[in-house]
């Protein structure tokens, strides 16, 4: 199955999903747009994943918005990678030596 994700970074703190989806609208089909958030402040971490509807888009919006100036700040736009499993390094995430 071929990725249809972006990862969107270095994003302006003031920049919306309604922003990001306009601005990645320009270069294909935006199926979704998800602006990650602090779950206790509600503030942008000042990243984002748009999926486009497939993989021809991914690479225009790749090549054309890479770089790209929004809000005062250069985005970095690549594909984005699955989420890798993160080891479970148990209790408090350190280990004691005794």
Known sequence: MENTKLYVGN???SVSE???REVFSQHGNVKSVSLITDRDTGRSKGFAFV???D???VREAIKSLNSKDIEGRTIKVNEAHAKKDRESRGGQGYSRRY
Do not use: T, V
Request: no cysteine.
């Open 51 to 53: 999926e486009m509807s």
């Open 18 to 20: 309604d922003k990001l």
């Open 55 to 57: 993989q021809s888009e």
């Open 11 to 13: 994003l302006s703190y």
